[in-house]
């Protein structure tokens, strides 16, 4: 009886550790689709202006405008402790109104955000825009990129819905010092003239972290 104890326990141990191990491959954020109905696995800052609301049979989260410089966003942060492989990051968005339905003839700038955070010490992070146009239709972006002799990274996707500058100049995102831009064009066409409402909320859907 006490052998088997000793066995049971060393079994619980190894199961545990397993259970520990981050996935080596396949999908890495938590609620990408959030089909939990809510914002689990997400970071939300300020949920006064975001809702995840049923829509088309799905579900979808809704970021309402907010001021310039206000810094709300919906973000979610990857930990990955073996962070060298082929990754493919996407998402939709669309103009919505706060049921997440389309809002025809109207166009939306999205500010999207991919940052990798090196905690290795061996090079400099990665900062891409992967900002683009939403319309009334879901158009989908996405990004693929391959990390090399790294390990010990974070990879966190940022949303936000803010207005314009009130001087219309853009700016480089916050915490950018240091990190290396990534250049190239997302996978979505956006039209061919951008009327950017700023005072319209956009959808987003099926946000995806692909590990190959």
Not at 51 to 79: H, W
Not at 106 to 129: E, F, I, K
Not at 179 to 200: F, K, M, Q, S, V
Request: aromatic letters at 10%; glycine letters at 10%; one cysteine or more.
């Amino acid at each position: 009886m006490k052998l088997y104890r000793i066995h049971a326990l060393r079994e619980l141990a190894r199961w545990g550790a397993a259970m520990a191990e981050k996935p080596t491959s396949g999908e890495l954020f938590v609620n990408g689709d959030f089909a939990t109905g809510d914002f689990t696995g997400w970071t939300v800052v300020n949920d006064e202006y975001m809702s995840v609301v049923p829509n088309e049979g799905r579900r979808v989260a809704v970021l309402k405008p907010v001021p310039y410089g206000a810094r709300i966003y919906l973000s979610q942060l990857v930990v990955r402790d073996r962070s060298d492989g082929d990754y493919v990051v996407g998402f939709w968005v669309r103009t919505s109104d706060a049921n997440g339905d389309s809002v025809p003839g109207v166009t939306r700038r999205t500010a999207v955000q991919m940052w990798v955070h090196p905690r290795d010490n061996l090079g400099d992070g990665l900062w891409r825009s992967m900002s683009g146009a939403a319309t009334s239709s879901w158009a989908k972006y996405t990004w693929q990129f391959s990390i090399k002799g790294r390990r010990n990274q974070d990879f966190e996707i940022v949303f936000q819905n803010e207005r314009r500058r009130p001087d219309g100049l853009s700016t480089l995102p916050a915490g950018r010092d240091g990190y290396h831009t990534i250049l190239g064009p997302n996978e979505g066409a956006a039209p061919a003239a951008l009327d950017d409402d700023d005072n319209c909320s956009f959808a987003v859907r099926d946000v995806t972290l692909f590990r190959a």
